[in-house]
Protein backbone atom coordinates (compact mmCIF):
# COMPACT_ATOMS: atom_id res chain seq x y z
CA UNK A 1 0.00 0.00 0.00
CA UNK A 2 1.18 3.59 -1.02
CA UNK A 3 1.21 5.99 1.94
CA UNK A 4 -0.79 9.00 0.41
CA UNK A 5 1.59 11.54 0.68
CA UNK A 6 3.48 9.46 -2.16
CA UNK A 7 0.68 9.69 -4.52
CA UNK A 8 1.08 12.11 -7.45
CA UNK A 9 -2.75 13.42 -8.50
CA UNK A 10 -2.05 15.32 -11.53
CA UNK A 11 -5.45 16.86 -12.94
CA UNK A 12 -6.48 15.63 -16.13
CA UNK A 13 -9.24 15.69 -18.66
CA UNK A 14 -10.92 14.20 -20.84
CA UNK A 15 -13.31 15.14 -24.17
CA UNK A 16 -16.28 12.87 -24.78
CA UNK A 17 -20.03 12.90 -26.81
CA UNK A 18 -22.68 13.36 -24.53
CA UNK A 19 -24.44 10.34 -25.11
CA UNK A 20 -25.37 7.72 -22.80
CA UNK A 21 -23.59 5.17 -24.12
CA UNK A 22 -20.53 7.01 -22.63
CA UNK A 23 -21.38 7.23 -19.11
CA UNK A 24 -20.32 3.60 -18.99
CA UNK A 25 -16.51 4.37 -19.86
CA UNK A 26 -16.52 7.44 -17.62
CA UNK A 27 -17.32 5.42 -14.70
CA UNK A 28 -14.35 2.57 -15.11
CA UNK A 29 -12.21 5.58 -16.47
CA UNK A 30 -13.12 7.31 -13.31
CA UNK A 31 -12.67 4.44 -11.07
CA UNK A 32 -9.23 3.12 -12.74
CA UNK A 33 -8.01 7.15 -12.20
CA UNK A 34 -8.98 6.89 -7.96
CA UNK A 35 -7.22 3.55 -7.83
CA UNK A 36 -4.29 4.98 -8.67
CA UNK A 37 -4.69 7.79 -6.38
CA UNK A 38 -5.68 5.95 -3.38
CA UNK A 39 -9.40 7.43 -3.05
CA UNK A 40 -11.15 4.21 -3.29
CA UNK A 41 -13.40 5.51 -0.30
CA UNK A 42 -14.87 8.11 -2.68
CA UNK A 43 -14.94 6.08 -5.89
CA UNK A 44 -18.77 5.25 -5.76
CA UNK A 45 -19.93 8.58 -4.76
CA UNK A 46 -17.56 10.12 -7.46
CA UNK A 47 -18.92 7.84 -10.75
CA UNK A 48 -22.49 8.54 -9.13
CA UNK A 49 -22.13 12.35 -9.94
CA UNK A 50 -20.60 11.65 -13.26
CA UNK A 51 -23.44 9.53 -14.39
CA UNK A 52 -25.69 12.49 -12.99
CA UNK A 53 -23.66 15.71 -14.19
CA UNK A 54 -23.66 13.77 -18.01
CA UNK A 55 -27.53 12.68 -17.80
CA UNK A 56 -27.88 15.85 -17.50
CA UNK A 57 -26.54 17.15 -20.13
CA UNK A 58 -27.82 14.46 -22.34
CA UNK A 59 -31.29 16.14 -20.96
CA UNK A 60 -30.70 19.45 -21.01
CA UNK A 61 -28.37 20.83 -23.43
CA UNK A 62 -28.83 17.50 -26.05
CA UNK A 63 -27.38 14.10 -27.15
CA UNK A 64 -24.50 14.39 -29.09
CA UNK A 65 -23.12 17.54 -27.41
CA UNK A 66 -19.27 18.24 -28.05
CA UNK A 67 -18.74 17.58 -23.54
CA UNK A 68 -15.22 17.32 -21.34
CA UNK A 69 -15.06 15.55 -17.90
CA UNK A 70 -12.17 17.36 -15.98
CA UNK A 71 -10.84 15.81 -12.57
CA UNK A 72 -8.19 17.09 -10.29
CA UNK A 73 -7.47 17.81 -6.70
CA UNK A 74 -8.90 21.11 -4.88
CA UNK A 75 -6.83 20.70 -1.57
CA UNK A 76 -8.22 17.69 0.32
CA UNK A 77 -11.20 17.67 -1.83
CA UNK A 78 -11.90 15.53 -5.51
CA UNK A 79 -13.35 18.21 -7.57
CA UNK A 80 -15.16 17.51 -10.50
CA UNK A 81 -16.38 19.30 -13.64
CA UNK A 82 -18.53 18.68 -17.07
CA UNK A 83 -17.90 21.51 -19.68
CA UNK A 84 -20.24 21.96 -22.27
CA UNK A 85 -20.85 24.43 -24.72
CA UNK A 86 -24.75 25.77 -24.11
CA UNK A 87 -24.62 28.72 -21.38
CA UNK A 88 -28.03 29.15 -20.88
CA UNK A 89 -29.37 25.47 -20.29
CA UNK A 90 -28.25 25.59 -16.01
CA UNK A 91 -28.80 22.93 -13.27
CA UNK A 92 -32.07 23.54 -11.57
CA UNK A 93 -32.14 21.76 -8.11
CA UNK A 94 -36.05 20.88 -7.20
CA UNK A 95 -37.13 20.00 -4.00
CA UNK A 96 -37.77 16.34 -2.91
CA UNK A 97 -41.53 16.76 -3.13
CA UNK A 98 -41.65 18.38 -6.76
CA UNK A 99 -43.45 15.90 -9.06
CA UNK A 100 -41.70 16.32 -11.93
CA UNK A 101 -38.74 14.12 -12.66
CA UNK A 102 -36.47 16.97 -14.02
CA UNK A 103 -33.53 18.29 -11.70
CA UNK A 104 -33.93 14.52 -9.78
CA UNK A 105 -29.59 14.25 -10.87
CA UNK A 106 -28.63 17.59 -9.26
CA UNK A 107 -30.48 16.67 -6.06
CA UNK A 108 -28.77 13.67 -5.83
CA UNK A 109 -25.32 15.32 -6.95
CA UNK A 110 -26.44 18.11 -3.96
CA UNK A 111 -27.03 14.97 -1.84
CA UNK A 112 -23.25 13.03 -2.32
CA UNK A 113 -21.21 15.83 -2.93
CA UNK A 114 -19.57 18.33 -0.05
CA UNK A 115 -20.84 21.40 -2.24
CA UNK A 116 -21.21 21.87 -6.09
CA UNK A 117 -22.04 24.68 -8.55
CA UNK A 118 -22.09 26.17 -11.97
CA UNK A 119 -19.49 28.21 -13.73
CA UNK A 120 -20.42 30.51 -16.73
CA UNK A 121 -17.21 31.35 -19.38
CA UNK A 122 -17.29 32.89 -22.38
CA UNK A 123 -17.84 29.57 -24.30
CA UNK A 124 -19.31 27.47 -22.27
CA UNK A 125 -20.89 26.51 -18.88
CA UNK A 126 -18.72 24.48 -16.25
CA UNK A 127 -20.98 22.52 -13.79
CA UNK A 128 -18.52 20.89 -10.44
CA UNK A 129 -18.82 19.20 -7.47
CA UNK A 130 -16.69 18.64 -4.87
CA UNK A 131 -16.27 15.57 -2.54
CA UNK A 132 -14.31 15.50 0.66
CA UNK A 133 -11.48 12.80 0.54
CA UNK A 134 -10.69 12.06 4.27
CA UNK A 135 -6.59 13.17 3.36
CA UNK A 136 -5.05 15.25 6.12
CA UNK A 137 -3.75 18.84 4.47
CA UNK A 138 -0.31 18.24 4.89
CA UNK A 139 -0.17 14.68 2.79
CA UNK A 140 -2.67 15.79 0.13
CA UNK A 141 0.38 15.25 -2.71
CA UNK A 142 3.68 14.30 -3.15
CA UNK A 143 6.80 16.40 -3.13
CA UNK A 144 6.86 20.45 -3.46
CA UNK A 145 6.31 22.22 -7.09
CA UNK A 146 9.47 21.14 -8.46
CA UNK A 147 8.59 17.26 -8.02
CA UNK A 148 5.15 17.45 -9.17
CA UNK A 149 6.04 19.57 -12.44
CA UNK A 150 8.83 16.68 -13.36
CA UNK A 151 5.99 13.85 -12.42
CA UNK A 152 3.95 16.48 -15.11
CA UNK A 153 5.90 16.54 -17.91
CA UNK A 154 7.69 12.88 -17.69
CA UNK A 155 4.34 11.04 -16.71
CA UNK A 156 4.61 8.65 -19.65
CA UNK A 157 7.86 7.42 -18.64
CA UNK A 158 6.02 5.63 -15.56
CA UNK A 159 2.76 3.90 -15.66
CA UNK A 160 2.61 3.72 -12.11
CA UNK A 161 2.75 6.27 -8.66
CA UNK A 162 6.32 6.88 -7.63
CA UNK A 163 7.35 4.62 -4.20
CA UNK A 164 8.56 5.96 -1.01
CA UNK A 165 11.97 4.44 -0.16
CA UNK A 166 10.70 3.33 2.60
CA UNK A 167 7.91 1.46 1.05
CA UNK A 168 7.24 -1.39 -1.28
CA UNK A 169 5.34 -0.47 -4.29
CA UNK A 170 4.83 -2.09 -7.88
CA UNK A 171 7.57 0.28 -9.39
CA UNK A 172 10.71 -0.53 -7.15
CA UNK A 173 13.40 2.17 -6.48
CA UNK A 174 15.69 0.62 -8.77
CA UNK A 175 13.27 0.75 -11.73
CA UNK A 176 12.19 4.49 -11.07
CA UNK A 177 15.48 5.56 -10.77
CA UNK A 178 16.62 3.88 -13.96
CA UNK A 179 13.26 5.81 -15.24
CA UNK A 180 14.62 9.05 -14.27
CA UNK A 181 17.73 8.42 -16.16
CA UNK A 182 16.01 7.18 -18.98
CA UNK A 183 14.19 11.24 -19.12
CA UNK A 184 17.60 12.57 -18.27
CA UNK A 185 19.31 10.92 -21.21
CA UNK A 186 16.91 11.91 -23.55
CA UNK A 187 17.00 15.31 -22.68
CA UNK A 188 20.70 15.64 -23.14
CA UNK A 189 20.22 13.79 -26.64
CA UNK A 190 17.78 16.32 -27.37
CA UNK A 191 19.46 19.48 -26.37
CA UNK A 192 22.76 18.14 -28.71
CA UNK A 193 20.40 17.63 -31.44
CA UNK A 194 19.36 21.36 -31.13
CA UNK A 195 22.68 22.53 -31.23
CA UNK A 196 23.21 22.77 -27.26
CA UNK A 197 26.17 21.76 -25.09
CA UNK A 198 24.27 18.95 -22.71
CA UNK A 199 27.61 19.20 -20.24
CA UNK A 200 26.91 22.55 -19.80
CA UNK A 201 23.48 22.09 -19.02
CA UNK A 202 23.59 19.25 -16.67
CA UNK A 203 26.23 21.74 -14.15
CA UNK A 204 23.52 24.28 -14.67
CA UNK A 205 20.97 21.90 -13.88
CA UNK A 206 23.17 20.36 -10.59
CA UNK A 207 23.74 23.85 -9.80
CA UNK A 208 20.30 24.95 -9.23
CA UNK A 209 19.44 21.33 -7.82
CA UNK A 210 21.52 22.70 -5.08
CA UNK A 211 20.64 26.08 -4.55
CA UNK A 212 16.78 25.00 -4.15
CA UNK A 213 17.88 22.35 -1.58
CA UNK A 214 19.64 24.76 0.11
CA UNK A 215 16.67 26.63 0.24
CA UNK A 216 14.48 23.93 0.96
CA UNK A 217 16.70 22.77 4.18
CA UNK A 218 17.33 26.90 5.04
CA UNK A 219 13.05 27.62 4.62
Not at 122 to 138: F, H, I, N, Q, Y
Not at 139 to 151: I, P, Q, W, Y
Request: with cysteine.
Amino acid sequence: MIPEACVPRKAWDLDFTAEPEAVAALRRIMRLHLDVWGLQEVTDDAQLCVTELVANVITHVGHGTPTTLAVSMNGTYLRIEIHDPDTRALPTLFAAGDDTESGRGMALVNALADRWGVQLRADRKVTWCELSTGLSPTNRHSGDARVMSAETTFGPYWAAPLPCASTSSRLSAAVTEEAAIDVIADLLHWLHAHGCDPDDALDRAQMRYEADADAHRNS
